[in-house]
């Protein structure tokens, strides 16, 4: 069925549309990685901006890495990340599955209780005081089981369950598998999309986890990469500042942490983006 000029031009349109909000979407991923690769002199002498390198050099990357808490806090990062992606998937997809069967008691209760923990929280200082009582002050663990458990997280995984047929458990039961075979043989196979749904979210979640690694970890050798990168900012190098280090300026030293802290996920995203397309359907729709 071939297209009416006007409906060409309306589509034309949309793309010319959909390409300038791509160009500015990678304009700045672009002038932060040409700046962090620009010798001083070529910042200096374009007032800052550099789109497109003329001479390429990696000092700044080698200082972030030899000279500052950044590779350290790498480590830290990682380590929360991995540890509060396994648990706090498990404990989200076990808790779901408890919500989505139909004949819990008190279940409605139960389901209120999480959406109104996602309208009103306890508080900053309940919570800082919750965890220096349980002695997990700078402490990774302290990010860690504070955000095991995601109220939106576990409404995704609670309306994945609720479409598994109930005719699974029921033949389960005829052959005399119990509740927790059932859990581990039958809904974990099946859960694999919402499963990597939820390693997704919790995995961006406690990789750039900033305010709550701030609040509880005060140690230097203990501070998420997101913290370390914000004092890199916000206090550079004094010797740079100075001038005593010509191939670098503090500017080119930021960006290479900017792209240090973003390049794993920025990897990653183009793979993984249709699972966070289909978490985001799944909690808008059955939620």
């Not at 800082?128 to 576990?154: D, E, H, M, T």
């Amino acid at each position: 069925m071939s297209m009416s000029m006007g409906e060409k031009w309306f589509q034309w349109l949309n793309y010319f549309f959909l390409l300038l909000i791509a160009i500015g979407s990678v304009f700045p991923f672009l002038y932060i990685i040409s700046v962090s690769l620009t010798p001083l002199a070529d910042v200096m002498k374009h007032g800052g901006f550099i789109l497109i390198p003329r001479h390429v050099t990696f000092e700044a990357y080698s200082h972030v890495f030899t000279r500052t808490n950044v590779p350290r806090s790498m480590l830290n990062s990682l380590y929360i990340t991995f540890f509060g992606t396994i648990l706090s998937t498990m404990l989200t997809l076990a808790m779901g599955y408890g919500l989505a069967k139909r004949e819990v008691p008190g279940k409605n209760v139960y389901v209120l209780l999480v959406v109104f923990t996602i309208v009103f929280s306890g508080g900053i200082i309940p919570s800082y005081l919750i965890v220096k009582y349980l002695g997990l002050l700078n402490s990774l663990w302290s990010i860690i089981l504070s955000f095991l458990i995601s109220p939106f997280n576990l409404l995704i995984a609670k309306a994945f369950l609720e479409q598994l047929p109930q005719e699974l458990e029921e033949s389960t039961e005829v052959d005399g598998a119990g509740e927790l075979t059932y859990f581990l043989k039958i809904v974990i196979p099946l859960s694999k999309p919402v499963i990597a749904t939820l390693s997704l979210f919790n995995a961006v979640f406690f990789w750039n986890m900033y305010f709550y690694g701030a609040l509880y970890i005060t140690k230097q050798e203990l501070l998420p990469l997101q913290v370390a990168l914000k004092q890199l900012i916000a206090s550079p190098d004094p010797s740079l500042m100075m001038g005593q280090e010509m191939p670098l300026s503090p500017e080119t030293l930021i960006m290479a942490g900017v792209v240090v802290s973003t390049l794993p996920i920025a990897i990653l995203y183009p793979f993984l983006q249709k699972y966070f397309i289909k978490g985001a359907t799944l909690g808008a729709v059955k939620g």
